[in-house]
Structures are given as C-alpha cells and as structure tokens.
C-alpha cells in the first residue's frame, strides 16, 4: 500500500484507537496479559505516528522509545510520568510476550487503562500541534 505521509499518521491513530478498544474488551473478559499488551500497542502506534510527524525515523520498538525519550520526554516537550508508563507498558509487554510464568492482575491493569487513555490523549495533542 502506498501513501502519503499524513494516510500513515491517520493509519497509526486508527490502530492505536482499535487496539485501546480491544484492551477494554479484554479487561471486561478479565484477560490481564493480552490487555497489557494492546495497552502498549495503543500508545506504541501514536507514538511512532507523532515520530513520523516530525520526520523521526524509526525501525524498531525499541527506536520509537528511544526517540520518545530524546525529542519529547528530555526536552519537557511530554511529562516524565509519561515517559515512566511508556517505558513501563514496554517492558510488560516484552514479559507478557516473552517471559515464562508472566500473569497480570486485575489491580495492576485497572488503573493502566485510564493513564493510557491520557498518555494516548497528549500524543495525540502533541501531534496536531
């Protein structure tokens, strides 16, 4: 598919909505660890689709934290707490994939949802600037 560098911004946004859905689906079905990680991929598509905005190139998950962190988190441009939920959602979700004997629980992936939601709000805000 070949588009311009806006379809691919409105693209990212749509995911990251589509998988934020599904993370409420799944919490109502009580499945801690596939929340998590649509939790992460929610932010994750926002974050590399404000990169993207600003001609920020990026290959990997690990590249789209790492740029999160040098052009939004250091310079003030995005508040540390956000900064500490992404780099948090990114390791969960590198366990909840990866790791052996990995289980969530309801208290900790309750409270993420709504600091997601405005993790993914401020991105999102960054992005129309």
Not at 91 to 96: G, I, K, L, P, S
């Amino acid at each position: 598919m070949h588009g311009t560098k806006e379809d691919y911004i409105n693209y990212r946004i749509d995911k990251s909505n589509e998988s934020f859905e599904d993370a409420l689906l799944l919490t109502n079905n009580k499945r801690w660890n596939s929340c998590i990680n649509r939790l992460y991929y929610s932010s994750y598509y926002i974050a590399s689709a404000l990169l993207l905005q600003n001609n920020i190139k990026v290959e990997t998950h690990n590249g789209v934290k790492t740029q999160l962190f040098m052009n939004y988190i250091k310079p003030g441009k995005l508040g540390t707490k956000f900064g500490k939920l992404f780099s948090h959602l990114f390791d969960w979700r590198q366990e909840t994939d990866y790791a052996e004997f990995t289980d969530f629980d309801e208290e900790t992936v309750i409270p993420l949802i709504s600091e997601v939601k405005q993790l993914n709000s401020t991105l999102i805000n960054l992005i129309e600037e």
